[in-house]
């Protein structure tokens, strides 16, 4: 299991556009992939779910990733939060 | 005749007929049903058209809107395909035995809640995304597509609200503009009303939809957010005249937008934007600016309760940077006092403000508070092509405690190992001392920009905001242009540029002047941009020089 913290810089938050994005990243690893914000815990893939959690620009986000291609998955969405968020 | 005020989302004027915006097949009934998985079967088969639908859209969206606008149908695709979402709905048809149609909309009530009850504008418009897709799937189900025929005359299209879909999937051929009764400027129909250059007016009001009849003429004022409805000959009369004079400036923007500022006799000249807020800068591109000449910080210290952070400052330096791509940016630094006061600084009453403690001279008797912006604004410079000018500088020693301290924050920046650019550093002329010692700034500094406003003000003695002394508070008056003129002689003299950023840089019956003075920059408002290039145009320096 990798798991690591990140700041939202974006503006908006996790908004739609980076949230579908983000969610279609998730989806072509097999590894579980979280996103936890205070008590909630929600799936990447899961855009609704996602857009729920409210995430706002200052927030500190703990990602959560778990499974075969965790690995690359982990560095994805590292990446993938750096560039859009 | 009748008026309501709404919010106009993008400027322009219409007038024409009303035709009212009819939804069909959304009233949806709860029905008990007895084989739930063939419920799901028809629920899957109508999401499958749906999909199919969103795709066109999304096609042609992408046409008409751009690929950027575009994503929004993209991320209702992925609504549709929503784990939660369907999996909600499956619950319902299989747990309650209900229909599809009432599964979906209960879904779809769920979640739209979810987001209006969220703390944030933003999320809180979402609600409407998901009920557009769930209206779509019910739609679907029922076999009632939403098919508004539009008759062959353009017509005003009033609803209580427009979902996206319904905005881009209406033959924009055929509409002069939107109104609605409902929605926000943050909603999506809003941002793709404004993309299709549509006229649209929201938040009319509920009362409007009384009020509204298919055929009635009306007039939508997109830059004032007026709707009038039945209007009589004479607002109908002034309004086409207003909207004659919107197209014939529209006109001069498509004829103007991309051509050089360039006189007949080949002299150039820069033609910059003036913004106080980075919610101007798509004014800025859109009038065809060459650059932001005059970027006031002020906004990011008058909007907050306490000190705005190096982080806030950078990020937003940053923005305009990077949105401005290579194009020039001018940032001055802050100019805080006089008549703009922010209480956490605290400052004392003065009996003078305009010649107090304000500007250059607040930010070095309180150097911490310069440095953090400083130190913004050189970390922001490596994102784009930036210029920082001081504004109210009298003296030398001034100028020189101003580069001091620049080089205090980059050396410190190297310590950090934090990079930064070499940008250019400017002071403004707005004093006659300034500008009367112009030959002694200019060899310290890349480039001037005159502030005309403040540089009358001190020059003829004249407070511009007193409407007792407009008669001697001459703005073409000599001793200004004649300052205008030394400073930028000495500007030259120096390997330095010269630009104007005040009032006076847009009055056109200036610019031949300025232009034989040899100034190389005009920076104005965003709307003003193409009107002073259109003079430009227009002058021949090789002419004789005009008796004033």
């Known amino acids: 299991m990798k798991t690591f913290d990140y700041t939202i810089k974006d503006e908006v938050g996790i908004h739609a556009r980076p949230a579908g994005l983000l969610a279609k990243t998730a989806q072509k690893y097999e590894s579980q992939i979280t996103i936890t914000k205070g008590e909630n815990t929600v799936s990447c893939t899961r855009l609704l779910a996602l857009m729920g959690l409210g995430v706002k620009c200052g927030d500190t986000v703990t990602v959560t990733v778990n499974g075969n291609d965790e690995d690359a998955a982990a560095a994805a969405v590292k990446t993938f939060l750096e560039s859009n968020l | ?548």
């Open chain 2, 1 to 548: 005749m009748m008026k309501f005020t709404g919010k106009g989302v993008y400027g322009a004027i219409a007038v024409g007929k009303i035709s009212v915006y009819e939804r069909q097949g959304i009233r949806v009934k709860r029905i008990k049903i007895e084989d739930a998985e063939a419920e799901i079967q028809r629920f899957e088969s109508a999401k499958a058209i749906a999909l199919e639908q969103l795709g066109s859209i999304h096609e042609k969206a992408l046409k008409e809107v751009g690929e950027a606008n575009a994503q929004i149908f993209e991320i209702h695709m992925m609504m549709v395909d929503d784990e939660d979402y369907n999996d909600a709905i499956f619950g319902m048809i299989r747990t309650q035995n209900v229909n599809a149609e009432y599964a979906v909309a209960a879904t779809a009530k769920n979640f739209s809640e979810m987001f209006s009850s969220m703390d944030d504008s933003y999320m809180q418009a979402r609600a409407a995304d998901v009920e557009d897709i769930s209206n779509r799937i019910i739609a679907c189900l029922t076999d009632g597509h939403s098919t508004n025929t539009l008759s062959d005359e353009k017509v005003i299209i009033c609803a209580d609200d427009l979902a996206p879909s319904e905005t881009v999937s209406l033959d924009k051929e055929k509409i002069l503009a939107f109104a609605t009764a409902h929605g926000s400027s943050n909603s999506h129909t809003a941002i793709l009303a404004r993309n299709m250059n549509i006229p649209a007016i929201i938040g009319l009001g509920a009362d409007f939809l009384n009020e509204i009849k298919n055929g009635t003429m009306a007039i939508a004022d997109g830059f004032t957010g007026e709707f009038i409805i039945d209007p009589d000959e004479e607002t109908l009369a002034a309004y086409q005249k207003k909207q004659k004079a919107e197209t014939e400036k529209r006109m001069l923007l498509q004829e103007l937008t991309g051509k050089e500022n360039v006189t007949l006799d080949g002299t150039k000249i820069n033609i910059f934007a003036n913004i106080g807020s980075v919610d101007n800068i798509g004014a800025v591109l859109l009038n065809d600016a060459g650059g932001i000449g005059l970027f006031r910080s002020e906004f990011l210290y008058l909007e907050k309760t306490d000190y705005p952070t190096e982080e806030e400052q950078f990020r937003v330096y940053k923005k305009v940077l990077e949105s401005m791509a290579t194009k020039k940016v001018i940032i001055r630094t802050l100019d805080i006092g006089a008549d703009k006061q922010a209480d956490y600084f605290h400052l004392e009453k003065e009996e003078n403000p305009a010649l107090g403690l304000r500007a250059i001279r607040l930010c070095l008797e309180r150097p911490e508070i310069f440095k953090t912006q400083l130190r913004a604004l050189y970390r922001a410079s490596v994102y784009g092509n930036l210029g920082i000018m001081f504004p109210m500088v009298t003296s030398v020693s001034e100028l020189e405690e101003i580069l001091a301290l620049c080089d205090e924050v980059k050396n410190e920046l190297d310590a950090e190992k934090l990079p930064y650019s070499n940008l250019e550093l400017g002071v403004m002329i707005e004093t006659p001392a300034a500008a009367i010692i112009s030959d002694k700034l200019a060899p310290m500094v890349d480039f001037f920009s005159v502030g005309t406003n403040d540089l009358t003000q001190y020059t003829l003695a004249c407070d511009r905001q007193n409407p007792h002394i407009e008669r001697f508070c001459n703005t073409h008056h000599e001793a200004i242009l004649r300052l205008i003129e030394m400073s930028a002689k000495n500007a030259h003299a120096n390997g330095a540029w010269i630009g104007i950023c005040g009032e006076l840089a847009a009055d056109t019956a200036l610019t031949e002047t300025f232009l034989r003075m040899g100034i190389d920059e005009l920076s104005v408002s965003p709307s003003f941009v193409l009107k002073v290039r259109d003079a430009v145009r227009k002058i021949d320096l090789t002419r004789p020089e005009p008796v004033c």
